[in-house]
């Protein structure tokens, strides 16, 4: 099935080849269909992608955020920093805790949390910080995390757009954050459709993120002391969710992981394919991650100038009349009615965040994706700023 229509190009297509779908034949005529064999090995090649960290997978960032929040121990009446420019799954976890989001603005370079206004926001309250890493270029975790240390707070990295990505030569997820956690959705760097990933080097944490995807169960005190019982036998310790991945999700993500790297490689291409035809437009281009990161390019978002003489969602209209899909990310969430109602926020508290979202727009950047179809996306951006 072919998703371009009378040769429009998506903003996002995923790239699911015969390995993804002779896997998920062979689950589906297994007759094990949810959690079980394909889930484990697709956890283990996580671990083993990473480098020696705990992997638990789950049926989105979402559920993954929330999970690694409640086991880092946030609960009612504290407050966990974040970013204003996100998507609002990294802040509607910490309300399902009953604790509170505190914003904090981004750098206008690199769009992800401004670290050298964290210090401010913190309060006795404060008990977490989930860095954003956003469109794929690692946020300044040296600095988030000596504040972290400096103030005893746990840090939760959204790595929704961050596989593969590195800070300092690292991958994200062997930092010395406490969780850090991937996004399979449909549109993200590797998909199972809906998934996530949960990473972390600490066994408490891992072993209660565990337990608590799956309705407060636990196995492993089953195993240890019970083990005279029957098969059959379980027991609740925890009042737990329903957040585990099936095994037809793990089928697809076991053959993206294995493409992971070369999605990323095609998507640089392609990023740098954009920067050098975009070049001395009236638009900022995106920032480039410092020489010892690497950047996933899951999102390559554009800025439209002053001088560009077009209002951003009018760019968006006439690169959809030439048949470009394009995106924005994000609208701030103190923009967003529940977020601005209840913490009283007005637009110009994160100047930053207003001004980058009222010029950006996120043009399409994904491995199916042939130089044609980028050098048409070049040539419609080119059209519609007149130049
Ligand atoms: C996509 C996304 C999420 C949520 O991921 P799901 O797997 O859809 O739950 C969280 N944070 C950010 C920044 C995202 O872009």
Redesign the pocket.
Known sequence: MELKKNNFLPFAVPDIGSEEINEVVDSLQSGWVTTGPKTKKFEKNFSDFIGGVEAISVN???AGLHLALEAVGVGAGDEVITTAY??T??AEVIRYLGADPVFVDIDPETLNIDASKIEKKISPRTKAIIP?HFAGLACDMDTILEIAGKYNLRVIE?A??ALPSKYNNKLIGLLNSDVTVY???AT?TITTG?G?MIVTRNAEIAERCRIMRLHGISRDAFDRYQSKKPSWHYEVVAPGYKYNMTDIAASIGIHQLNKANKFQSRRQEIAAYYDQNLSNLPVILPPHAPTNDLHSWHLYVIRLTGESGVARDDFIQSMSDKGIGCSVHFIPLHLHPYWRDTYHLKAEDYPKSLLTYESAVSLPLYTKMTDEDASRVVFAVKEVLSV
């Open positions: 989105s960032a979402t996100t998507f799954a990294t954003v959204d929704a757009h996004s399979f959705y993200k809906e996530g």
